[in-house]
């Protein structure tokens, strides 16, 4: 199987793991989501009393249940969006059914509009303090702004740059949303006991993580460009 084709999946299958995240936490609430998580993250984070000692649980479970319409805003479109993008990045569909591709399109927009402002509205109130806000804040304008230069090149028609920032946009947002979860699960523990302490390795990531998908995004942007001219 292709490199390409398998890091599609995995790509879709993490995004697709957000979706899940998301749907629990409307259907089954906050509270009960979070006991869920933190049975996961136990695998992971020292276990003291039976709880786990993963500083966010009890932060988030507070932060949430105080704005809650704010979280489901963000936590519900913003998954829609993740789960679009790699319908909308898979060039067969894309080329046999164009409206379906636009519909879908207009669709991922709406819910960025949603769902990227009300987690930047709610990053007001994250663990880390000002230092973590400027990075959730980052995270946000960055995927906006790149989903707004691709629509700009889409109505010009400029497909080329259009799917440009297209990827920047998803890439940013997958890795804003996917990839810093799975660094908090298994890489960040052991960065914050050799740190000796949790808040300053996670504000770092909140920075690195959405800074190294849209820097991955333009490295595979110059890798398939590069390969289309020696073709």
């Not at 999946?9 to 957000?18: E, H, P, R, T």
Request: proline share 3%.
């Amino acid at each position: 199987m292709p490199l390409r084709r398998v890091l599609s999946i995995v790509v879709a299958a993490l995004a697709f793991q957000l979706v899940i995240s998301a749907a629990l936490y409307a259907l089954v609430g906050i509270d009960h989501t979070i006991d869920l998580a933190e049975r996961i993250f136990a695998v992971t984070w020292p276990i003291v009393d039976g709880k786990s000692t993963f500083p966010l649980f009890a932060w988030n479970r507070t932060m949430f249940s105080a704005h809650r319409l704010l979280a489901f805003g963000h936590i519900v479109p913003s998954a829609l969006a993740l789960a679009l993008g790699p319908l909308q990045l898979w060039t067969r569909l894309r080329a046999r059914r164009p409206r379906l591709h636009r519909a879908l399109g207009v669709t991922s927009v709406v819910a960025q509009l949603v769902g990227v402002p009300c987690g930047m509205a709610i990053a007001r109130f994250e663990y880390g303090g000002v230092a973590s806000m400027i990075g959730f804040f980052g995270m946000g304008a960055t995927t906006l702004a790149c989903t707004a230069l691709g629509v700009r090149a889409i109505v010009a028609g400029d497909r080329a740059a259009h799917r440009a920032w297209m990827i920047r946009a998803y890439a940013v947002m997958w890795s804003s949303a996917v990839l810093f979860r799975w660094l908090l699960l298994l890489v960040i523990p052991s960065l914050s006991a050799a740190a000796g302490g949790f808040r300053d390795v996670y504000v770092a990531f909140v920075f690195l993580s959405w800074a190294g998908g849209l820097l991955a995004a333009d490295l595979y942007l110059h890798v398939t460009r590069a390969r289309a001219v020696a073709r």
